[in-house]
């Protein structure tokens, strides 16, 4: 074991990243190793940021070809300010481009997935969160599982349509740990990373929308398909503004409620220790805002005169917190209709919006399932599916 640190600040190594492309990949295109941390001088071209602790390169165990291990104390809080979102969670940032050393994915339009294999050394469960990062903002996000004491090789694929929106523009990509308990320091907390790579297809994905809606349903989520239509959504506070995504969405298959939309964020309710006077209820939301394409077909009219609703059917997962949902509709003009519905621990229900007055519904151009989240370090989840229009009896 070759120990790189042993004290994390906000930024302490070189913000680039390694790349080997060229090799043909069972993932269904060419993979671009963005860090194999295989020696030094790959895993100190990572940018370890948030978290107290060391940074060892190993050779066996978890991985048999070597990667590298965070041995994290504790997180580094950053200072709270009206302008910054106040980001708890270690990271690991890896530039888009080092022309050095050969690689560019700036543009990452072609790029189908990323993975990367990720060892949980812990006796309990954890979350890693995945970005992409440009100059006009958050890419695509996601997330992925982290057993108790398991190595996993996370995969995260790419929405076209996001890809579409800034993935020529991309500057960094983030993996992020969430652990609840990386404040308490009666223990060190230890995770692996190996094999961080893309997949870039020799064609680019289609962008377009082929989806054809009923008079009813606008997406079902019966399958995977229907979550190409859909993209992370969080909306800016009057105080402030969430720079990074707090969590991710998947597909889930056989929730209480069937196949579903999966939303998994961590809480982003200020510190207890900080100043709340200017706090924003709108900064600790999260969700999905359906794809603008798909919203541009739709046919809002029908929500006048009060006979049709728009409606989503919602779950709440969590054993003992009540979740409030919103069911969200923006006009051109960024005028909002919006109804709220509360769930109590492990419920379901329909939030409706029944009239669209005050806005001008010939020139929609929103639609979100946004939900309250609030605890630091915790799992924050909600299913969606059957959003759509209902008629009245």
Not at 50 to 62: A, H
Not at 217 to 225: A, M, N, P, Q, R
Request: some cysteine; hydrophobic content about 35%; charged content about 25%.
């Amino acid at each position: 074991m070759k120990k790189i640190t042993a004290f994390i600040l906000l930024a302490l190594f070189p913000f680039a990243a390694f790349a080997a492309c060229g090799r043909g990949g069972g993932e269904g295109g060419e993979i671009v190793v963005i860090n194999s941390f295989g020696d030094y001088d790959e895993a100190r071209r990572v940018m370890y940021q948030s978290f107290v602790g060391d940074v060892d390169l190993v050779d066996s165990e978890p991985f048999g070809s070597g990667g590298v291990l965070l041995t994290i104390e504790h997180s580094r809080q950053p200072q709270w300010s009206m302008t910054e979102y106040t980001e708890y969670t270690p990271k690991l940032i890896f530039d888009a481009v080092d022309r050095d050393l050969g690689y560019d994915l700036t543009d990452i339009t072609s790029v189908s997935s990323f993975g990367v294999e990720v060892y949980n050394g812990n006796d309990y469960d954890a979350l890693l969160l995945f970005w992409a990062e440009s100059a006009d903002g958050i890419i695509c996000d996601s997330y992925a599982e982290l057993p108790a004491n398991s190595l996993t090789d996370a995969v995260f694929p790419v929405n076209p349509l996001a890809g579409a929106e800034g993935g020529e523009r991309c500057d960094s990509f983030v993996l992020a740990i969430v652990d609840e308990h990386i404040n308490d320091r009666s223990f060190v907390k230890e995770y692996g990373f190996d094999n961080f790579r893309a997949v870039r297809e020799s064609e680019k994905p289609s962008a377009e929308m082929d989806k054809l809606c009923g008079d009813y349903e606008i997406l079902s989520f019966d399958t995977e398909g229907d979550m190409r239509y859909v993209l992370p959504h969080h909306i800016d506070g009057q105080y402030g503004k969430i720079t990074t995504p707090p969590g991710g969405i998947s597909y889930a298959s056989d929730t209480p409620i069937g196949n579903a939309l999966s939303l998994v964020t961590y809480g982003n309710k200020a510190y207890e220790g900080y100043d709340l006077s200017y706090y924003d209820e709108e900064m600790q939301m999260y969700g999905v805002r359906i794809a603008d394409e798909l919203v541009r077909d739709l046919d809002f009219t029908k929500l006048d005169g009060g006979c049709w609703s728009l409606t989503a059917d919602v779950y709440n997962p969590d054993c003992e917190l009540t979740r409030g949902v919103s069911l969200v509709l923006e006009d051109a003009s960024g005028a909002r209709v919006r109804e709220r519905l509360v769930l109590a621990p492990q419920s379901g229900g329909t939030v409706t919006i029944e009239s669209a007055d005050g806005l001008d519904i010939h020139n929609i151009r929103g639609v979100y399932v946004m939900y309250d989240t609030y605890d630091i370090f915790r799992k924050a989840e909600l299913y969606v599916n059957h959003i759509g229009f209902t008629r009245g009896a």
